[in-house]
């Protein structure tokens, strides 16, 4: 199983970005499958996820601002994020939990992909 992410990039506040992350391996359409990011000295926190039927959470800090798809037919998940700040600098990771069910702990996901670093400047 291989996640690649990819889209990152730089970027000014109130930019928008849109991250990909195209999974290999298998077929992953019952799994949860999403987004995370860590910044220096922070832990890993969850950005974003969608759960096997469609369901989807979101980080209360990109709440209305960022949004999760999928496209099942390319085992591709992707990120919108609009209206981007400067504490959405972060290096974003999508992870796989080999589950239909969300869960908002990183340590729930099995497969990582190797990290998209975003910059948002002023």
């Known amino acids: 199983v291989q996640l690649q992410a990819s889209g990152g990039g730089s970027v000014q506040a109130g930019g928008s970005l849109r991250l990909s992350c195209a999974a290999s391996?298998?077929?992953?359409?019952?799994?949860?499958m999403g987004w995370f990011r860590q910044a220096p000295g922070k832990v890993r926190e969850l950005v974003a996820v969608l759960g096997s039927g469609g369901n989807s959470v979101y980080g209360d800090s990109v709440k209305g601002r960022f949004t999760i798809s999928r496209d099942n037919a390319k085992n591709t998940v992707y990120l919108q994020m609009n209206s981007l700040k400067l504490e959405d600098t972060a290096v974003y990771y999508c992870a796989l939990r080999m589950f239909a069910v969300i869960n908002y702990s990183a340590s729930q996901y099995k497969y990582w992909g190797q990290g998209t670093q975003v910059t948002v400047s002023s």
């Open positions: 391996g298998r077929t992953f359409n019952n799994y949860a």
